[in-house]
């Protein structure tokens, strides 16, 4: 019941976190990009990752809290496969990406929209989004090793 209760955490997480980024590249950043001017476009996406991130910031707990938890049932970190030796690297390098995101271009971008600065707004947004896309892929490499690594 804790194992299944774990994984349903751990999946849940690795959703939010990468359907979010999937859904943010792939659909509402183009459709912004053609259908808005800059000072709609960066408010408006600034206010998405303002409440989109705070889900980034539980789902980040819960992946980590839950991935611990299983390996500790797993059995010891040594013993288990490449696969989630890989998994844990790649979140931490994930992890890292989106607190620098966050701290940096982000922050940038919200001071720019409150003081009016599109252009600001513009290059911090411009900062951002490589960033997501690097995290888009690396989640998504996450998901595909952690599901299929173990019949590898
Ligand atoms: C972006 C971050 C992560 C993603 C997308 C992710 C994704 C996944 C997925 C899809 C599974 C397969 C679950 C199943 O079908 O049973 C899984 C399992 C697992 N994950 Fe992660 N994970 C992430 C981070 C972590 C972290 C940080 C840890 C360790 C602290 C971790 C440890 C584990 C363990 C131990 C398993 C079970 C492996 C097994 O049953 O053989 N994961 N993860």
Same mark, same amino acid.
């Given at each position: 019941?804790?194992?299944?209760? %774990?994984?349903?955490?751990?999946?849940?997480?690795?959703?939010?976190?990468?359907?979010?980024?999937?859904?943010?590249?792939?659909? %509402?950043?183009?459709?912004?990009?053609?259908?808005?001017?800059?000072?709609? &476009?960066?408010?408006? $996406?600034? +206010?998405?990752?303002?409440?989109?991130?705070?889900?980034?910031?539980? =789902? $980040? %707990?819960?992946?980590?809290?839950?991935?611990?938890?299983?390996?500790?049932?797993?059995?010891?970190?040594?013993?288990?496969?490449?696969?989630?030796?890989?998994? /844990?690297?790649? =979140?931490?390098?994930?992890?890292?990406?989106?607190?620098?995101?966050?701290? +940096?271009?982000?922050?940038?971008?919200?001071?720019?929209?409150?003081?009016?600065?599109?252009?600001?707004?513009?290059?911090?947004? =411009?900062?951002?989004?490589?960033?997501?896309?690097?995290?888009?892929? /690396?989640? %998504?490499?996450?998901?595909?090793?952690?599901?299929?690594? &173990?019949?590898?």
């Amino acid at each position: 019941m804790l194992m299944a209760s %774990l994984v349903v955490l751990h999946l849940l997480a690795a959703l939010v976190w990468v359907g979010g980024m999937f859904f943010a590249h792939t659909a %509402l950043r183009p459709t912004a990009a053609s259908v808005l001017q800059p000072p709609e &476009r960066l408010t408006l $996406i600034s +206010g998405v990752f303002g409440r989109f991130f705070i889900w980034v910031k539980g =789902a $980040i %707990l819960v992946l980590f809290i839950s991935g611990f938890g299983l390996i500790h049932f797993l059995g010891n970190f040594g013993k288990l496969g490449w696969y989630v030796h890989t998994m /844990l690297l790649i =979140a931490v390098v994930m992890t890292v990406i989106f607190a620098y995101i966050y701290g +940096g271009p982000f922050r940038m971008l919200k001071s720019a929209v409150a003081a009016k600065d599109w252009p600001t707004g513009g290059l911090a947004l =411009a900062k951002i989004r490589p960033l997501i896309f690097t995290n888009l892929i /690396l989640g %998504l490499i996450t998901v595909a090793i952690g599901a299929g690594g &173990r019949y590898l």
